[in-house]
């Protein structure tokens, strides 16, 4: 079982940044892949970003390539999602997930998902 909660979003103007946070407790994080994925109102949800559970080379969506960074410290139990050059279309409620194997752009192949938090960009 793995528990993961989510921090770190808010309200920031177009063109701002913001560092999202998953803490993660249970056996094991390392290993799991660890991905990011987003839901905006009224659409489905979407991936962003996975790591492997080694931390390689992660993969993110074209829509947030260059501009979102993720990573994870193992030691930490935690991976991070740093947000720049922000648009108002990444408004969305962010949620980690947790995969055994080496992750997956399909929400379905996750186990274990947080509560979300919620990340709005003012024009």
């Known amino acids: 079982q793995v528990q993961l909660v989510e921090s770190g979003g808010g309200l920031v103007q177009a063109g701002g940044s913001l560092r999202l946070s998953c803490a993660a407790s249970?056996?094991?994080?390392?290993?799991?892949?660890m991905g990011w994925f987003r839901q905006a109102p009224g659409k489905e949800r979407e991936f962003v970003a996975v790591v492997s559970w080694s931390g390689g080379s992660p993969y993110y969506a074209d829509s947030v390539k260059g501009r979102f960074t993720m990573s994870r410290d193992n030691a930490k139990n935690t991976v991070y999602l740093q947000m720049n050059s922000l648009k108002p279309e990444d408004t969305a409620v962010y949620y980690c997930?947790?995969?055994?194997?080496?992750?997956?752009?399909?929400?379905?192949?996750?186990?274990?998902w947080g509560q979300g938090t919620q990340v709005t960009v003012s024009s």
């Open positions: 249970g056996r094991s994080f390392g290993s799991y892949a």
């Open positions: 997930a947790a995969a055994l194997g080496i992750g997956s752009v399909y929400d379905s192949e996750y186990d274990y």
